[in-house]
C-alpha cells in the first residue's frame, strides 16, 4: 500500500518531533525490483497514478523544510527533521539526486534455482558513471544462458572436457553483469574496472559471494585500466592467455572474445 501524505500530521498541527520523523521515514523511497515480466501497461498506470501522490509529497516535505518548527525545542532536533525532510526530496529528484541505494536484481536459472543479486551503488559525484548500475546491464546480463548454449557452447556446454574455462570482465562498474556471468555460467570471473571504481565493485561482490559459489562460480576483482599502462594494473594481469573469455559492455551491446 502506498504512502498517503493525507494521513501525515501537517505542519500548523505542530506535531511531536517523534511524529514528525517517522512520518519522514516512511517516505523514503526504496528502489524498486526491477521485473521485466510486468505488463507495461501496468508501469504506465502506476506512473499515472502516482503524479498526483508525487505532488503532494513534495509539498508536504517542503512545508516542513520551509518552516521554522518554533513548537519543537531542540534546536538538533529540527536539524535532523529539516534533513531528514531534504533527503526525501532529494531521493525524488533523479538518481543523481540521491545518496547511496540498494538494488535487488531477479535471475532465472535455466540449470539450478532462480537467485537475486544485490548491488549498491554509492552517490553519483560528477561524471562517475561506474558507480550506477545501468539498465542494460540487466537486460545482457538475462541473455547470458542463451550466449553460453548458442556463442559459447564450445567453452560452456555440458561437452567441454577442458581445464574451467575462466572469465575476464572490462568495465564491470557495480559488478552486475560479471557477478551474473559466473553464477549463470557456473565458472570463474575476474571482475575489473578502475583503481576508483574497484571499492565499491569489491563490496558487492563480496556481499553477493556467498550466493554465486553455491550456484557453482567463483569472483574476483582488480583494478584495471583498458589502455592504460603496465604500471597502473595489478600484477595478476600480467600471465598473458589466462583467460579464455574476456567480456565488455557498451551501452546497449556485449562485446565477446573467447578462445
Same mark, same amino acid.
Given at each position: 500500500?502506498?504512502?498517503?501524505?493525507?494521513?501525515f500530521p501537517q505542519v500548523w498541527e505542530k506535531p511531536p518531533f517523534t511524529e514528525l520523523l517517522r512520518c519522514l521515514k516512511e517516505l523514503?523511497?526504496?528502489?524498486?525490483?526491477?521485473?521485466?515480466?510486468?505488463?507495461?501497461?501496468?508501469?504506465?498506470?502506476?506512473?499515472?497514478?502516482?503524479?498526483?501522490?508525487?505532488?503532494?509529497?513534495?509539498?508536504?516535505?517542503?512545508?516542513?523544510?520551509?518552516?521554522?518548527?518554533?513548537?519543537?525545542?531542540?534546536?538538533?532536533?529540527?536539524?535532523?527533521?529539516?534533513?531528514?525532510?531534504?533527503?526525501?526530496?532529494?531521493?525524488?529528484? *533523479?538518481?543523481?539526486?540521491? =545518496?547511496?541505494? &540498494?538494488?535487488?536484481?531477479?535471475? +532465472?536459472?535455466?540449470?539450478?534455482?532462480? !537467485? @537475486?543479486?544485490?548491488?549498491?551503488?554509492?552517490?553519483?559525484?560528477?561524471?562517475?558513471l561506474g558507480l550506477k548500475t545501468w539498465g542494460s546491464s540487466y537486460v545482457l546480463a538475462r541473455s547470458l544462458d542463451e550466449i553460453a548454449l548458442k556463442c559459447l557452447s564450445h567453452l560452456l556446454g555440458s561437452?567441454?572436457?577442458?581445464?574451467?574455462?575462466?572469465?575476464?570482465?572490462?568495465?564491470?562498474?557495480?559488478?552486475?553483469?560479471?557477478?551474473?556471468?559466473?553464477?549463470?555460467?557456473?565458472?570463474?570471473?575476474?571482475?575489473?574496472?578502475?583503481?576508483?571504481?574497484?571499492?565499491?565493485?569489491?563490496?558487492?561482490?563480496?556481499?553477493?559471494?556467498?550466493?554465486?559459489?553455491?550456484?557453482? *562460480?567463483?569472483?574476483?576483482? =582488480?583494478?584495471? &585500466?583498458?589502455?592504460?599502462?603496465? +604500471?597502473?594494473?595489478?600484477?595478476?594481469? !600480467? @600471465?598473458?592467455?589466462?583467460?579464455?573469455?574476456?567480456?565488455?559492455?557498451?551501452?546497449?551491446?556485449?562485446?565477446?572474445?573467447?578462445?
Amino acid at each position: 500500500m502506498s504512502v498517503s501524505v493525507a494521513d501525515f500530521p501537517q505542519v500548523w498541527e505542530k506535531p511531536p518531533f517523534t511524529e514528525l520523523l517517522r512520518c519522514l521515514k516512511e517516505l523514503h523511497v526504496h528502489p524498486p525490483v526491477w521485473n521485466p515480466a510486468t505488463p507495461r501497461r501496468d508501469i504506465v498506470e502506476d506512473y499515472h497514478n502516482s503524479a498526483q501522490s508525487r505532488c503532494e509529497v513534495a509539498a508536504y516535505l517542503s512545508s516542513i523544510i520551509r518552516s521554522k518548527l518554533e513548537w519543537i525545542e531542540g534546536d538538533d532536533e529540527k536539524e535532523i527533521l529539516w534533513e531528514e525532510a531534504s533527503r526525501r526530496l532529494s531521493e525524488r529528484c *533523479g538518481r543523481a539526486g540521491m =545518496g547511496e541505494i &540498494t538494488r535487488r536484481w531477479p535471475f +532465472e536459472n535455466r540449470t539450478g534455482p532462480s !537467485f @537475486e543479486l544485490i548491488v549498491r551503488e554509492p552517490p553519483i559525484v560528477g561524471d562517475c558513471l561506474g558507480l550506477k548500475t545501468w539498465g542494460s546491464s540487466y537486460v545482457l546480463a538475462r541473455s547470458l544462458d542463451e550466449i553460453a548454449l548458442k556463442c559459447l557452447s564450445h567453452l560452456l556446454g555440458s561437452d567441454h572436457n577442458g581445464p574451467p574455462v575462466k572469465v575476464l570482465e572490462l568495465g564491470s562498474g557495480t559488478g552486475l553483469l560479471g557477478m551474473a556471468a559466473a553464477a549463470l555460467w557456473k565458472t570463474s570471473v575476474v571482475l575489473t574496472d578502475l583503481p576508483d571504481i574497484v571499492p565499491n565493485l569489491a563490496f558487492n561482490v563480496e556481499s553477493n559471494r556467498p550466493t554465486i559459489e553455491s550456484l557453482g *562460480g567463483s569472483v574476483e576483482t =582488480g583494478a584495471l &585500466t583498458w589502455g592504460g599502462t603496465w +604500471e597502473d594494473d595489478s600484477e595478476r594481469f !600480467f @600471465e598473458k592467455n589466462q583467460f579464455q573469455v574476456s567480456i565488455k559492455k557498451s551501452g546497449p551491446s556485449l562485446s565477446l572474445l573467447s578462445s
